[in-house]
């Protein structure tokens, strides 16, 4: 029921509007104006309804979800749920306020690029994670304009209101096709050196990769219902565990392809360094009523004996330069010095990884980068050879010894895999 604040006043029965297409006369003007709320500017507003005060709040939690990520270097996806918790927001608010988080973040260069084109002098932190926010509801989230302003402004200081709502009406009335911008790594959201670095391994490929990697992904899930990315569940396969065979996963977090290679009826141990990912697939292993023993471990030194396994998988850890839809605020944390150090770190586990193997079994290396240094770039282990074979499932193109899946391939995260075979 209605608070009796939003009852009209005395009197204002008799000067409704009338109906569509009929012009108001001066009175009837200055009645809807009497029924409306003064702002700050002086203006004076349609009184909003409960749909708008929703949308409104959910800009807020969107907004202070931002300025952590953006101001205290929290991640998108430990502090998005928290707060959407905490909040009264119904579903479909929820998933509004989601899409401003993660969009803002991927597209965070390029709505910095359009408020720096409009903006007459910078502004300060704050004030520019509010201008972001409503510079991607205009520009790339297809937000109504008059919304995205004046419920924007409304998020603002009354100090710094003026100024929010002069650039981002300067947005409004602008069209992002005619934006000339500073790079193409600005026009596509994402620091230099990434752009560069993916235009060297892919050449004319990187920009679709890019593109892809813009776009929210999708949720797709197994048959026994476990939600995994499909590009995942393809290096799965290839390991082409079966029954009676001992298989070791030994970066497993969080379990998507151990359970999937579980499945299969083959005994497969799961290994992860830290112990709270380590219980992530004890739990997803549970949850599907899976015999999955779980070891937490260092995969460069690996609590098992030399040769135990007739298949191990290396899903080694990585940059997740092709896994950036659902990582929204990877490419901003993610250096080129990050890329060598992990590059050490992956032809490290390789070896251990290599010395499970029992003669004639297999080794199957994946990263979900695109990177060639993470991937294709590692020398084969001593005593191994690559095996070519097409891979049983997925839209893999070859690569050099190896195989890659781009985004843009079959819309899922771009991974590259190796597939060895030790030698008896």
């Known amino acids: 029921m209605s608070d009796q604040r939003d009852l009209p006043p005395p009197g204002a029965g008799e000067m409704l509007p009338p109906p569509t297409g009929v012009s108001l006369n001066r009175k009837q003007r200055r009645a809807m104006l009497q029924t409306g709320r003064k702002t700050d500017a002086g203006i004076t507003e349609a009184k909003p309804t409960s749909r708008t005060a929703a949308r409104k709040k959910a800009r807020g939690v969107a907004l202070d979800v931002l300025r952590r990520i953006e101001n205290d270097g929290a991640y998108a996806n430990l ?5 959407l918790d905490a909040s009264t927001l119904s579903v479909q608010d929820r998933k ?3 899409e401003l988080v993660y969009g803002s973040t991927r597209m965070r260069r390029a709505c910095d690029a359009i408020v720096d084109r409009f903006a007459h002098s910078s502004p300060d932190e704050q004030t520019r994670s509010i201008l972001r926010l409503g510079a991607y509801q205009m520009a790339f989230a297809g937000v109504p304009v008059h919304a995205a302003v004046s419920e924007t402004v409304d998020l603002a200081p009354i100090k710094t209101r003026g100024f929010v709502n002069a650039v981002l009406r ?11 911008w500073p790079s193409d790594a600005a026009r596509l ?3 230099e050196w990434i752009l560069d670095a993916l235009t060297a391994d892919l050449g004319d490929d990187a920009v679709g990769a890019l593109e892809k990697m813009n776009e929210a992904p999708g949720v797709t899930a197994r048959d026994d219902g476990y939600v995994q990315d499909f590009s995942s569940l393809w290096v799965a396969y290839a390991v082409q565990a079966t029954a009676g065979e001992r298989v070791l996963d030994m970066c497993s977090a969080p379990g998507g392809k151990a359970t999937a290679m579980a499945g299969s009826g083959a005994t497969v141990v799961a290994s992860d360094r830290q112990a709270h990912r380590a219980v992530l697939v004890q739990d997803n292993a549970n949850r599907l009523e899976l015999d999955l023993p779980v070891v937490t471990a260092d995969g460069i030194r690996p609590p098992f004996r030399p040769g135990t396994f007739d298949a191990v998988l290396l899903d ?7 896994a950036l839809r659902r990582r929204a605020d990877a490419r901003w944390r993610i250096e080129p010095t990050d890329v060598r150090d992990l590059a050490r770190l992956q032809a490290q586990l390789l070896t251990s990884a290599a010395a499970m193997v029992a003669p004639g079994g297999r080794l199957v290396y994946s990263v979900c980068t695109l990177l060639d240094a993470e991937s294709v770039d590692h020398t084969t282990p001593d005593g191994f050879e690559v095996d070519d074979t097409e891979p049983p499932s997925g839209r893999w193109r070859r690569h050099r010894q190896g195989w890659r899946v781009l985004p843009q391939d079959a819309d899922t995260d771009g991974m590259v895999m190796i597939r060895y075979r030790r030698r008896p």
């Open 79 to 83: 502090v998005l749920g928290p707060a």
């Open 96 to 98: 509004f306020a989601t």
């Open 170 to 180: 300067r947005i409004a009335d602008f069209d992002v096709a005619d934006m000339v």
């Open 189 to 191: 959201s994402y620091p």
């Open 316 to 322: 080694a850890p990585c940059s997740g330069l092709g």
